[in-house]
């Protein structure tokens, strides 16, 4: 059964750093692209940041673009969201999913992801 399990999430300051986890069960998850996503309360549910399979390309959201930063850890089967200097605005609840589509390249838009984890808060406040 393919699983991800989020962790990490927490309260941190404006300007700190948060490092957020997505580990994988059931699947080798380097095969597979992986994208992280974020709900706001009454907001739809946004790409944020997301990584290939095939070559370990990335793409970032606009509003996130030089702050976060997203990494693969192929022996721990896990795929990490580095959070640096976050916003009030980045508070969120945090979701990293799977695609097992056949496409090469990830994308941020959440149509194509067929796995998801539970979520991870994330608060951004002093």
């Known amino acids: 059964q393919l699983q991800l399990v989020e962790s990490g999430g927490g309260l941190v300051q404006p300007g700190g750093s948060l490092r957020l986890s997505c580990a994988a069960s059931?699947?080798?998850?380097?095969?597979?692209?992986i994208g992280w996503f974020r709900q706001a309360p009454g907001k739809e549910r946004e790409g944020v940041s997301c990584?290939?399979?095939?070559?370990?390309?990335?793409d970032y959201a606009d509003s996130v673009k030089g702050r976060f930063t997203i990494s693969r850890d192929n022996a721990k089967n896990t795929v990490y969201l580095q959070l640096n200097s976050p916003k009030p605005e980045d508070t969120a609840v945090y979701y990293c999913?799977?695609?097992?589509?056949?496409?090469?390249?990830?994308?941020?838009?959440?149509?194509?992801?067929?796995?998801w984890g539970q979520g991870t808060q994330v608060t951004v406040s002093s």
């Open positions: 999913a799977a695609d097992t589509t056949l496409f090469r390249r990830c994308v941020l838009g959440r149509q194509r992801y067929d796995y």
């Open positions: 059931g699947f080798t998850l380097p095969y597979y692209k």
């Open positions: 990584i290939s399979s095939s070559d370990g390309s990335t």
